[in-house]
């Protein structure tokens, strides 16, 4: 892998490009500034610095991205599934092409390190290869035949969509979401996020070289109160799907009501790791480093309530700390970082906000705890210990490199621990006895729950999570019950009796 100087240079070759023209909104195959003329400016989280400018769309031009995702959506819902399937095999040909350039820009808009974002264009690829592959039998239906009818199901693309994704790993998650609604046939309108706008449009560019049709995927640039409002408010869309926060989730929710809009929600997280004193506690640590240290802790499904029995918490505790202190925070670009700068100034005071929170609830700072270096939006890398579950530490996603270590003594206390949040996306547990492990994950109240492992992610599995932490499942076949709608057609086999009336 090239090191820090090398990636800094081919940074700047497509820094140069972004700049000459800036980020601008894509309708109906045109790249255009906002119709107001409005821009707003993308900076570096790693030091601050100025990107490039952005459009900042409002409700006229969500307007005519609704409109032309309208026009677009009756050729592309009846163009043969076998060639939208050849379009979308051409977009991840076309992502795989231009994966460094993706890598790169991703880090220096996000600061997520290039260690993790390396592999994020291809994952981004492989979701356009899933679903493209399985366009073709996403119309099937059943047959269920009664006494007098033939009756057949089948399903059909809903219409427009409306994504509206967040800024932590935008690229693989807009590919996550958009990827399944071209599948169904959907046409889209797609509003980034305000903070992350530059791989996104990349995407956008790569699906117009690969020639999918015009207005077929419209993208918006702006804030989520101008743009991502309107968007969620048009009548021309018939379905939003969403990843953020639960506060935006309930937001949206309110603001689709009028036009009955159906919703699809990927939310926040206060995810246990739980940690029984049976487990293989060498790979237990990993995963618990792992899963709440990579991608700088802004992950929605990160393990950030380490939850650990009383038997071995100290050494645990003291293995952990040795661990967190020697992880290497630094320029996202220089392949040996793992932990770059959050995204920018107002997460960087919202996370150090918890350092104090700590404190005046009571816990300790046995690691980090405050900013690194002076420059660009760093913090330490942070463990809080001698927690109670209770505590704001424990219960709020903070979205960050922190985590907060709770001790536990028996089964029934981690549960309902484990359960006493408002959230409910993943769980991870660490034990060697298989019958605790069922009986845990049956109670357990998660979307997702891992047994003896870290995160992965295996794209037929349902993706999502209950309570406070979504609605409805990614993945699979669920994408699809999101994006197309049922349809019944009973057709009668014989002469069966009508009642007749007024005969
Ligand atoms: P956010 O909710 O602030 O913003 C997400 C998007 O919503 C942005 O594009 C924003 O512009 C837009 N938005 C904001 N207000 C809006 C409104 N009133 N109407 C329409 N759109 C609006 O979230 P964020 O801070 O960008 O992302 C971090 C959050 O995302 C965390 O809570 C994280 O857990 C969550 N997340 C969840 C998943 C999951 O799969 N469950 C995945 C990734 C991130």
Redesign the pocket.
Known sequence: MADLSENLKSLGSHLDRLRSRGILNHIAGKDSPAVSGATFETRSPVDDSFICNVARGSEADIDQAARAAKDAFPAWRDMPATERKAILHRIADLIVERADEIALCECWDTGQPLRFMSKAALRGAENFRFFADKAVSARDGQALPSPTLMNITTRVPIGPVGV??????PFM?STWKIAPALAAGCTVAH??????PVTASILCEIAQAAGLPDGVWNMVH????E???A??EHPDIKA?A????????S??MK?GADTLKRVH?????KNPVVVFDDADLERALDAVIFMIYSLNG????SSSRLLVQETIADEFERRLIERVNAIKVGHPLDPRTEVGPL?GKG?FDKVSSYFEKAREDGAMIAAGGKRHGEKGWFVEPTLFTGATNGMRIAQE?I?GPVLTSIRFGTEEEALAMANDTAYG?TGYLWTNDITRAMRFTHGLEAGMIWVNSENVRHLPTP???VKA??IGR?GGDWSFDFYMEQKHVGIATGQHQIPRLGA
């Open positions: 509206i994704t967040p800024w932590n790993t998650l509003k980034p996020a305000e903070l992350s702006g804030y989520g109160e743009a991502g409002k968007l969620t939003i969403f990843v953020g926060e639960s506060r935006t989730g937001m949206i603001q929600f990927e939310l926040g997280g802004e992950r929605c499904t995204i997460h996603e979205f996306l993706f999502g999570g932490s979504g990614d």
